[in-house]
């Protein structure tokens, strides 16, 4: 399950707004705890400004109101559940759309959900179908990419500052492009190329419609539309390549064109999880490395772990599966990091959530980020410690957040193997080492990043 910050909402809201705007004029909000709007036009918008992102505003709100609170977009109610139990009541495991998946259609103007429930769920499943048989076909392509940055490393002078965030989304990006398109992106001209139309469309889907700017600027608008047409462009070329032909490499879009989709659900399906996979491999195997530079001892026994699962065999998918330690490193990551800080759904019918009645068509925010730091769940929650996952109870709870298990997204389950696999070939033959005096400042947007490089040092092991 995945997050959106307040810029996404902002548009979602005004995507959804005709329907919004039967609820309600009165600005009470139905005996919810909450605040009032700070002002008439724009609600509690000021407030999440000030307070930086969303996910800093929501902390503030369930601090003084509890874990159901409410707040106001211009004059829409939205609530946010905040506590484990209290996102258990309203989290519907059977539903057949993605939040985050939603959320990005929603952003690119796509249709989201537009057919009936077994369309709807047909079309899941060919979208995780192709997550899991474009992992398995390319798995010595994503060892092979692996192995090349080792490579690089290696090369480095002692000491050598590395900058971790720009290596994390160059490695994301050569693994998506080509388990998404094939071997096409093998070229790093077309890498790069992709990686910058990749970066404008992802940029202004955030910053763009926080105050409708982007409409305001000819210039960004078009930079924006040009690059998103320019990566539906590639998309419909590969997808008319792959049509009636057998490839000996399996990938992403082929899971899609063998299934029942026409060539534009195909484009849709295949441009977010292009869009979203790039980002959340490359953020959390940022967020994974860093933390275990600050982790001597975690580090020593993901290396011990290593170690003892390949010895001195080749790295294969069945061995990987094995790396019960480092799961927990990765769990521990996207729960210390808050990697998807919001996730969102529109309220279908009346439902109700402890005593509170939570009316049809409102905004329910999921505050990922806040329940990740509850010390009631997660006892001395801003420790780094991928010891807490030993206990079952904790991987229910993670797994009952969408973060794990059966109703973990499929952009997730991806990064999750491709970071296991980094972390395999890296942590095998080098120390990761934290620059010493540097302080690292968290942005929380869509996906939870630095706010400025977050550099390492490596050396090689014994």
Request: proline letters at 4%.
């Amino acid at each position: 399950m995945l997050d959106f910050a307040i810029f996404a909402i902002t548009f979602l809201l005004a995507l959804v707004g005709a329907v919004l705007y039967l609820y309600p004029a009165s600005r009470q909000a139905s005996g919810i705890p909450g605040i009032t709007p700070t002002e008439e036009k724009d609600g509690n918008l000021p407030d999440i400004v000030n307070s930086g992102s969303l996910h800093e505003f929501l902390v503030n709100l369930h601090e003084r109101y509890g874990p159901v609170v409410s707040f106001w977009f211009g004059r829409r109610l939205v609530v946010s559940l905040g506590t484990v139990d209290v996102l258990k009541q309203h989290i519907n495991p059977n539903k057949t759309l993605d939040p985050f998946e939603t959320m990005l259609k929603s952003l690119l103007r796509y249709q989201s959900g537009g057919g009936s429930a077994s369309e709807n769920h047909m079309r899941k499943k060919l979208y995780e179908n192709g997550v899991t048989n474009s992992l398995q076909s390319n798995f010595a392509l994503l060892l092979k990419l692996s192995e090349e940055l080792l490579d690089k490393w290696l090369s480095y002078p002692e000491h050598q500052h590395v900058p971790l965030s720009q290596h994390m989304l160059g490695f994301a990006m050569k693994s998506v492009t080509q388990m998404v398109m094939g071997s096409a992106f093998e070229d790093d001209q077309d890498v790069i190329r992709f990686q910058k139309n990749h970066g404008t469309v992802w940029s202004e889907i955030g910053k763009g419609y926080l105050d409708g700017s982007l409409d305001k600027s000819t210039t960004r608008k078009k930079q924006y539309e040009d690059a998103l047409m320019q990566l539906e462009s590639i998309l419909k070329k590969i997808i008319k390549e792959r049509k009636g032909r057998n490839f000996g490499q399996h990938i992403f879009i082929d899971s899609l064109v063998q299934g029942n989709l026409n060539d534009q659900q195909i484009v849709e399906d295949s441009m977010i999880f292009s869009l979203a996979g790039c980002i959340i491999t490359a953020k959390l195997c940022t967020w994974a490395i860093y933390f275990l530079t600050t982790c001597e001892e975690v580090q020593k026994k993901l290396y011990e772990e290593i170690n003892q699962v390949f010895g001195n065999g080749p790295i294969t998918p069945e061995k990987v599966e094995k790396l019960r330690y480092c799961q927990h490193v990765l769990c521990e990551t996207v729960r210390t990091a808050k990697l998807t800080p919001v996730s969102a759904r529109l309220q279908d019918i009346e439902g109700k959530i402890d005593q509170f009645i939570i009316p049809r068509e409102t905004l329910v925010l999921y505050a990922l980020g806040v329940v990740l730091q509850d010390p009631n769940t997660w006892p001395s929650p801003y420790k780094f410690d991928p010891d807490r996952f030993d206990d079952e109870l904790a991987r229910k709870t993670f797994s009952s957040l969408g973060f794990l298990g059966t109703q973990e997204c499929p952009e997730l389950r991806f990064a999750y193997m491709v970071t296991t696999v980094l972390l395999s070939v890296l942590v095998k033959r080098l120390h990761l080492l934290s620059v010493e005096g540097q302080v690292i400042e968290t942005k929380y947007e869509l996906v939870t990043s630095s706010r400025e490089e977050a550099w390492i040092t490596v050396s090689k092991r014994d």
